[in-house]
């Protein structure tokens, strides 16, 4: 049974997220979104905020990332706040929260498993390549949007290119309206492994992060630092890819493209 420790919880047209520990020491952090769980700034905030706090609490011993819902595991950026984007401040302040999340996951100590129950788009594929160890389903097709809007992944490229390789991201980012499917994905390294179901799936997951709330915490955070080395710049890189981002989205081109899939 599960109790709660931590609790961000923001209903509404805001989304939420919502974290809980068990008595095992495994930690499930749980964002969501009406809009296919897509990330407006403030969800990207606490979801950065959470993965932070959470991942320094000593009775934590692993971290279940994953979506609210059984459908879309993540819409990426959110449209609405796309389109609202004024100059470059703004530009750059919004991109910058998916730096926050995917550096929050490099940063922790703890090993994060992610769970992705269903397709990932633009930034949903850079947080499902900033977990350590992903499951998904058969209809966790994935797909980089950014170039068919005029952008592009700057800031989720480093974590997708660490997991998949340039090739495959290259792949993905050029052929920007193509779904590929999670068996592509896996083969990549994206997934770790894929199952036919969600329940299948959630059984792997608890039975791998009890497994590891068993091991032994220094040997996983040591762990941890190697599987990450050669990130220790992303900090000031991704500031670098957000302001890339924060520019693009300001031009003409990437309004018009934005408010053409708004009106679809």
Not at 103 to 126: D, M
Not at 215 to 233: D, R, V, Y
Not at 242 to 257: H, I, P, Q, R, Y
Request: charged share 25%; with cysteine; net charge neutral.
């Amino acid at each position: 049974m599960f109790f709660h420790l931590l609790i961000t919880y923001i209903m509404s047209k805001n989304g939420h997220v919502i974290s809980e520990i068990n008595d095992k020491g495994i930690a499930i952090i749980e964002f969501g979104h009406p809009q296919s769980n897509s990330l407006p700034g403030q969800v990207l905030g606490d979801l950065a905020k959470a993965i932070t706090d959470i991942s320094a609490k000593n009775e934590v011993k692993v971290v279940v990332l994953k979506s609210a819902g059984d459908r879309a595991f993540c819409a990426g950026a959110s449209f609405d706040e796309l389109i609202a984007i004024k100059d470059l401040d703004e530009g750059k302040q919004f991109f910058s929260g998916f730096a926050g999340v995917i550096n929050a996951c490099r940063k922790s100590k703890k090993l994060i498993i992610g769970r992705v129950q269903g397709k990932a788009v633009g930034g949903g594929v850079g947080v499902a390549s900033a977990v350590d160890y992903c499951f998904a389903t058969k209809h966790a097709a994935v797909k980089l949007s950014e170039l068919a809007i005029g952008i592009g992944p700057y800031v989720v490229g480093p974590a997708v290119e660490r997991k998949v390789g340039l090739s495959a991201m290259s792949t993905m980012t050029i052929n920007a309206t193509k779904w590929f499917d999670a068996e592509w994905a896996r083969e990549k390294g994206l997934y770790a492994e894929v199952y036919e179901t969600a329940e299948e799936m959630d059984a792997a997951v608890m039975e791998l992060a009890e497994k590891l709330a068993g091991s032994n915490p220094e040997s996983m955070a040591m762990l941890k630092k190697i599987f990450w080395e050669g990130t220790e710049q992303w900090d000031n890189l991704l500031k670098v890819r957000a302001a890339m981002s924060g520019e693009l989205v300001l031009s003409d081109f990437t309004v018009n493209a934005i408010n053409a899939f708004k009106s679809k």
